[in-house]
Structures are given as C-alpha cells and as structure tokens.
C-alpha cells in the first residue's frame, strides 16, 4: 500500500540524499523558520523513519493561533510541530472483527480493494503530551492523510476538523522524508469543545443532557464519535433513558475507526452495547450503520469524530417541518467553517 511505496522511495533517496540531518537537509530546502523550531528538540535525536510535515517558512509565520493554553507561541508551535512528526514504525492499530461480504446470486462479491478502500492513510505521531493524547498509555496521537483524487497531493487532517495542505513532492533526509506544508496541524481539543467548534449543536446538547458528555471527554480512547449534523438530528421528544440508548449507538469504541481504516463489512461496537456496520458502495463511497460521512477525521484527544448525514437507528417518522431558516442557517455556517478548513473540500470529493 502506500506506506510500503513510500518506504521503497524513502531508502532509495536516502542513499541518493547522501544521509543527511533533518535540520541540514530543512535548512538547504529553505525551511528556515521550521528548522529553528525544531532545532533540540529531543525527538530529533532519536527519530528514524519519520514523515515531517514541515511548513513553509510564509505559512509558519501566519500560523500562530490555537485555542490551548500553552504558555507561549513558541511552546505551542513545537508541540504542533511533534503533531507533525509521524513514527512509520509505529505499529498500526488493530482492525475489528469482518463480516462476511454479502452474497450476490450465489456467488461471494469480489472485493476489490483498490476500488473500495479510501485513498489515505492513519499515521501514529511524536504528540505524546497527555493535554491532546488520551488514548491509552504509551500510544501517541493519530494524524489522518488522505486524498481527493489519487493524483493529487494530500491533505492531513487534525484537530478540529482542520486540515493542512502538502505542497510539493517528499524531500529526503537520513531518516525519512519532509513533506512541506501550508502549516502546522492544529491540536486535538476535547469532543465538547470540537463539536461545538464544528457547529453539531443538537447533538452536542442531546449527549449534555444524557450527562455523558463529560465522561466522554474524560474517558481514555479510542471512541469515535457519529456526529449526526443539526440538519439530521432534528428535534424529537425522548425519555432520558431513550436519548441516552440513541445517543450510545453513535459512540464507536475498542477501536481506532479513522476513514482510511474502514472496510466493507467491519462491525465496530458501540458504547450502548450494539454494533454499527461499516459498508462500502462500488463507487467508494462508505456508509457507517447506513448513515454518509459528510466529514470525516476531525482528531479529538481521545479519537475522531465523523459527521454523518443520518441518525443511526432513528425510526421511520416523517421528517418535522423545517421552520423558518434556522435548519439551512446551520448548515451554511457549519460549511463555511469546514471550507475554511478544507476539510468540506475533501470530505465532498474524497470518496466519490
Ligand atoms: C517509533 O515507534 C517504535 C515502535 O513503537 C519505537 O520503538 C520508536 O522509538 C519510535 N520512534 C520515535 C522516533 O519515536
Ligand atoms: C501571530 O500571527 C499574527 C498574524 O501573522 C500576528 O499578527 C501575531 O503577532 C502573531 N502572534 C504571535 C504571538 O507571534
Ligand atoms: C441476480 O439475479 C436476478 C434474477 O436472475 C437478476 O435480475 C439480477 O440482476 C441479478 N443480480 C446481479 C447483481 O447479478
Ligand atoms: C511517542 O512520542 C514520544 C515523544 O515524542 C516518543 O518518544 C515516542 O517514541 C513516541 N512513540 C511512538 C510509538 O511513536
Ligand atoms: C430544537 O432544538 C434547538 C437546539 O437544541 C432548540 O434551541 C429549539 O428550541 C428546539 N425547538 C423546538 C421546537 O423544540
Ligand atoms: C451542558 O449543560 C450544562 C447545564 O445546562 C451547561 O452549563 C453546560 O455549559 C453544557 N455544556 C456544554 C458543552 O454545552
């Protein structure tokens, strides 16, 4: 797959390369800004088979800002920085359980991988700093690649929902290889305060009022969120113990389920004790418990959120009018934030 391609690439350049630094090889590539962050930072010494995506020495500049609490500009860049440092040696996560693939005419349906499978890949990180990672111990922060279109450079997905463009082509080093990029990735935030940046107010409000959210900021990962959007959760009247079982089935848990690792017929469990199936139609698009991803790989401290044009489960109601402007309102605002994070972009193209 991928990594393996780029793993052939990184060992042939690197002897092309002649072995050497990061830092030299950053430095002569004009990633001046980028090198002076990183210079003696720890990780640098030990590293080896890294992806770092470096940005450019204008979009560093310009690409200061976070909602965190570090207490200075240059702290916060380098821990982004470590966001941006992938360890391909990492090992990669486990994948749930399969279910057959569905019998078509008596004959089993052939799976063709690279016709199904999301272009993209999960990378584990150098982010170990437990005020963004709760994923277990010992396991950094993920960070998501992906592709629109197979010939185009890729997008990598952090935290809240944002993304960083790659602008040019690897660049080797004794270690690895630098992609350049038009940033640093933005910290994973907790779920409360992602979906409220991501505008999935209704949701967010229905998984306050069942009181799970706070144990679901607090609980060690990974979870994935299916974040039914304000258009697809509508107002309906629920008991508490109704919304709380409705709430629970859109909570994956045990494991990672970042896209690039869904495949047809995987059965992730859920939070309330059910399962949510993952399908993958033939023109790639995937499908989790029936419900699309309009974004997907929005990274919390504790896994993902997915945003889903469905509410997994939901009774066969005809739908409530809609009143007014609001519902089209939050749509609108919600896509203008995520075009601004390229994530709408990708997420609209990515699996088609
Ligand atoms: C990458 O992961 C491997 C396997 O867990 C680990 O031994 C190695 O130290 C890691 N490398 C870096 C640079 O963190
Ligand atoms: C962050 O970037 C903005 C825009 O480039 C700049 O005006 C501001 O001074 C920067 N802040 C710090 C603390 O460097
Ligand atoms: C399966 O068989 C039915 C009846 O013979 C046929 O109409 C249908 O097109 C077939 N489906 C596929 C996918 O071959
Ligand atoms: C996690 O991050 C820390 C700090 O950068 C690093 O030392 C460690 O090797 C990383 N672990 C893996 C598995 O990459
Ligand atoms: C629908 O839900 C929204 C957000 O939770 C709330 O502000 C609004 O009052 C509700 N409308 C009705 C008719 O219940
Ligand atoms: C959850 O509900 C409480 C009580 O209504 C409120 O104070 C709090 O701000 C809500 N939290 C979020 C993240 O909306």
Not at 92 to 104: A, H, I, K, N, Y
Not at 138 to 165: C, M, T, Y
Not at 269 to 297: C, E, R
């Amino acid at each position: 797959m991928l990594g393996q391609h780029l793993l052939a690439f990184t060992s042939l350049f690197a002897v092309l390369a002649g072995g050497q630094s990061l830092l030299t090889v950053l430095e002569d590539n004009g990633f001046t800004e980028y090198a002076a962050l990183i210079r003696g930072d720890p990780f640098l010494e030990a590293a080896s088979d890294l992806i770092v995506y470096a940005p450019t020495n204008a979009a560093l500049v310009a690409n200061n800002g976070s909602l965190t609490r570090r207490a200075t500009d240059e702290d916060l860049k380098k821990t982004r920085a470590r966001f941006g440092a992938v360890n391909r040696s990492a090992p990669r996560p486990q994948e749930p359980p399969t279910r057959s693939p569905p019998v078509v005419n008596g004959t089993r349906r052939v799976r063709h991988r690279d016709e199904l499978v999301p272009s993209g890949s999960a990378f584990v990180t150098l982010l170990d700093d437990p005020e963004f990672v709760n994923l277990g111990p010992g396991i950094n922060q993920s960070i998501v690649e992906k592709r629109a279109v197979s010939s185009e450079l890729p997008v990598v997905f952090a935290g809240l929902g944002a993304a960083v463009r790659v602008m040019g082509d690897d660049i080797p080093f004794d270690k690895g290889v630098i992609r350049p990029t038009n940033g640093l990735p933005t910290l994973p935030q907790t779920a409360s305060k992602t979906l409220r940046f991501l505008g999935i107010d209704r949701f967010l409000d229905a998984l306050n009022q069942t009181g799970l959210l706070a144990e679901l900021d607090a609980q060690k990962g990974p979870i994935t969120i299916l974040a039914p959007d304000d258009n697809a959760f509508k107002n309906r009247t629920f008991t508490h113990d109704q919304l709380t079982a409705l709430v629970k089935q859109h909570i994956l848990v045990d494991y990672f389920a970042y896209t690039p690792l869904l495949r047809n017929g995987q059965v992730y469990p859920t939070l309330g004790g059910g399962q949510v199936v993952v399908s993958v139609d033939t023109k790639g698009a995937v499908y989790l418990g029936g419900a699309p991803i309009l974004a997907g790989d929005a990274i919390i401290t504790n896994g993902a959120i997915h945003t889903i044009g469905k509410v997994l489960g939901a009774p066969a109601s005809p739908p409530p009018p809609v009143t007014g402007g609001a519902n089209s309102m939050m749509v609108q605002s919600w896509m203008t934030l995520a075009v601004s994070a390229v994530g709408i972009m990708v997420a609209a193209g990515y699996f088609t």
